[in-house]
């Protein structure tokens, strides 16, 4: 990896789970989801290495044979409380000590398992290239969404109770889908925080936006492994195959002028 101007991808992969016992090791479509993770990134031309930061040794060998390097966290930045922030500063804080200075960080969860590359690809172009300051995954939303009172009473979050538009009437709205935040290195070391300076989001596609939290997740995803799986490239000796995508399925740009 370069030592300044570098993208790096970092992917926090912890041996403990209490939803899904090793859930980072888990299966989705024949490949682990700490292997989809790294393969999506590797798969990014943008991104110039992938780091697993894991306290398990099996998370910690399946991600050397998938293509990246392994930032072993210590035990105090892995327990249930520890943040995702304080994972991605370690890894910052051991490539510092290595004289090596990435200027965009990605930061992938492995729990989405059907990452585009050129999502990722669009997202660090908008930070690299001084648009933004951080860009995350979206899908696009059309819910309408309550939330429950003290005493039980239910009241409307992002519309008027008494009122009920059309979908086609009503302003877009996007919910975070967590599957990756694309953040200038400095500005995250600066407020030690994924969201900072100008913040833009790149809608995703809603059909593969799915967060690995519970079983029923687990199933979901493994379900539609079949359907939404494009061709991988797990290497970097293949980074000059053809665009795997299928021609019919162009890419949807950021609302906010993104790529």
């Given amino acids: ?104 960080v990605v930061f992938v969860q492995a729990t989405s398992p059907f990452i585009d590359p050129a999502d990722l690809d669009a997202a660090v172009t908008r930070v690299r290239d001084g648009h933004a300051d951080a860009v995350f995954a979206a899908a696009p939303s059309h819910a309408f969404l309550w939330r429950v009172d003290d005493d039980g009473t239910a009241r409307a979050v992002n519309h008027e109770q008494a009122v009920r538009p059309r979908r086609q009437d009503r302003a877009p709205e996007f919910r975070e889908t967590g599957a990756f935040y694309v953040f200038r290195a400095t500005g995250f070391r600066e407020h030690r925080h994924r969201f900072h300076g100008r913040v833009e989001l790149v809608v995703v596609d809603g059909a593969g936006a799915i967060d690995v939290d519970e079983p029923a997740d687990l199933a979901l995803a493994s379900a539609l492994a079949a359907r939404l799986d494009r061709p991988t490239i797990a290497s970097r000796s293949t980074e000059h195959a053809p665009d795997p995508r299928p021609a019919t399925a162009p890419h949807v740009p950021a609302p906010n002028g993104a790529p």
Wanted: charged share 25%; net charge negative.
């Fill in 1 to 104: 990896m370069r030592s300044t101007g570098s993208v790096v991808a970092v992917v926090p992969a912890r041996a403990g789970s209490k939803g899904i016992p090793g859930k980072n090791l888990r299966q989705v479509g024949g490949r682990s989801l700490v292997r989809r993770a790294v393969e999506a990134a590797l798969a990014s031309p943008t991104i110039d290495a992938v780091v697993i930061s894991t306290d398990g040794d099996a998370i910690a060998a399946e991600a050397v044979s998938a293509g990246a390097r392994v930032v072993r966290r210590p035990p105090e930045l892995a327990g249930d409380e520890a943040s995702s922030e304080s994972a991605v500063l370690h890894v910052l804080d051991v490539l510092a000590a290595a004289g090596e200075e990435p200027e965009v």
